[in-house]
C-alpha cells in the first residue's frame, strides 16, 4: 500500500457494511478516504472510531442520484484534498418490488438511477479529476455474484427481485464498456469489478429480502473479506490489471 499511502479515495455507500469496511482498511493503510453518503452522520461515527489510523476519514453527506450532490461533493474534495485518485463505487438499492408488480415504475426508476445512472456520474466526474492529478488512478466497482447468474428460485418461494440481478448484469458490461473508453483514450486509470455472492449486513440481507428462502438460509461473507479483495486488486503492480473478482462464501449454491 506504500504506493496509495497519502492518496484521496472515494467511497460511495460508506454509511454501513462493504462501504464501512471498504473505508475502515484504506484508512489503516493510510489512505485519506472521503466517505459518500446520504447519513453523514454515521459515516461521523466511523471517522470517530478510526483516530489513530495511519490514514483518515472525511465525512461527505452525498446522494448519488442527485447531479448537483455529486458535484457539490467533489469540489469540495477537489478544493480540500486536491482531487481523487481512486473511486469505489459501492452505493446501491435493493426492492422488495418484482417486475411485474403494478405501479412499480416509480421503484425500478429508483433502482436504476441509484445502481446505475448514480455510479455513472460519480465515475465520470472523478475521472475528470483523476486526468488533472497526473496520477494513473483505479475505478473499483462492487458489483454482485446476481450480475453474473440469475439464480432460480426455490419453487413456491418469492423469486430474487429481478430488478436487482437486471441492474448487477449491466454493471458487468458498464465495466467492461468503461474499461475500453478508458484505454480509446490512452489514460492509464484501471477499472475493476468485484462480484461477492452474500454479504453480512448488505441490502439484500437487510432489505427484507429474507424472506426469501433461498436467500435466508445461505452462508454469506463478511464485509471485511470484500475490503480485503479491493486491497488486493488496488495494491497489484501498475503493469497488472485485476479485470474481475467473482468471490462466494465456502457452501454458497448460486
Known amino acids: 500500500m506504500e504506493r496509495l499511502a497519502g492518496?484521496?479515495?472515494?467511497?460511495?455507500?460508506?454509511?454501513s457494511g462493504i462501504?464501512?469496511?471498504?473505508?475502515?482498511?484504506?484508512?489503516?493503510?493510510?489512505?485519506?478516504?472521503?466517505?459518500?453518503?446520504r447519513r453523514k452522520d454515521k459515516v461521523e461515527a466511523l471517522r470517530l472510531s478510526l483516530f489513530g489510523a495511519e490514514g483518515q476519514l472525511?465525512?461527505?453527506?452525498?446522494?448519488?442520484?442527485?447531479?448537483?450532490?455529486?458535484?457539490r461533493a467533489y469540489q469540495w474534495i477537489e478544493k480540500t484534498?486536491?482531487?481523487?485518485?481512486?473511486?469505489?463505487?459501492?452505493a446501491g438499492v435493493v426492492s422488495s418490488c418484482m417486475l411485474l408488480d403494478d405501479n412499480n415504475?416509480?421503484?425500478?426508476r429508483?433502482?436504476?438511477?441509484?445502481?446505475?445512472?448514480?455510479?455513472?456520474?460519480?465515475?465520470?466526474?472523478?475521472?475528470?479529476?483523476?486526468?488533472?492529478?497526473?496520477?494513473?488512478?483505479?475505478?473499483?466497482n462492487i458489483n454482485s455474484i446476481f450480475g453474473h447468474k440469475v439464480s432460480q428460485a426455490v419453487p413456491g418461494t418469492k423469486p430474487i427481485n429481478g430488478m436487482y440481478p437486471t441492474c448487477k448484469f449491466a454493471?458487468?458490461?458498464?465495466?467492461?464498456?468503461?474499461?475500453?473508453?478508458?484505454?480509446?483514450?490512452?489514460?492509464?486509470?484501471?477499472?475493476?469489478?468485484?462480484?461477492?455472492?452474500?454479504?453480512?449486513?448488505?441490502?439484500?440481507?437487510?432489505?427484507?429480502?429474507?424472506?426469501?428462502?433461498?436467500v435466508k438460509y445461505m452462508p454469506r461473507l463478511k464485509p471485511d473479506d470484500v475490503a480485503q479483495a479491493v486491497v488486493f486488486a488496488i495494491t497489484m503492480p501498475q503493469n497488472v490489471l485485476i479485470q474481475d473478482i467473482i468471490m462466494k462464501p465456502m457452501g454458497e449454491f448460486l
Open 19 to 37: 462501504g464501512a469496511a471498504i473505508c475502515t482498511i484504506l484508512v489503516k493503510h493510510g489512505m485519506i478516504v472521503c466517505g459518500l453518503a
Open 58 to 71: 472525511n465525512a461527505v453527506e452525498c446522494d448519488i442520484t442527485k447531479d448537483e450532490d455529486v458535484k
Open 105 to 108: 415504475t416509480r421503484e425500478l
Open 171 to 214: 454493471l458487468t458490461a458498464l465495466t467492461e464498456c468503461l474499461r475500453q473508453e478508458v484505454a480509446y483514450v490512452e489514460m492509464g486509470i484501471k477499472v475493476s469489478n468485484i462480484s461477492p455472492g452474500l454479504v453480512e449486513n448488505d441490502i439484500l440481507t437487510t432489505s427484507g429480502s429474507d424472506e426469501n428462502e433461498l
Open 81 to 90: 484534498l486536491g482531487g481523487i485518485d481512486l473511486l469505489i463505487n459501492n
Open 110 to 140: 429508483s433502482m436504476l438511477e441509484a445502481n446505475l445512472i448514480g455510479l455513472c456520474i460519480c465515475t465520470r466526474d472523478a475521472i475528470k479529476l483523476m486526468r488533472q492529478r497526473g496520477f494513473d488512478g483505479h475505478i473499483v
Open 7 to 15: 492518496r484521496v479515495a472515494v467511497v460511495t455507500g460508506a454509511a
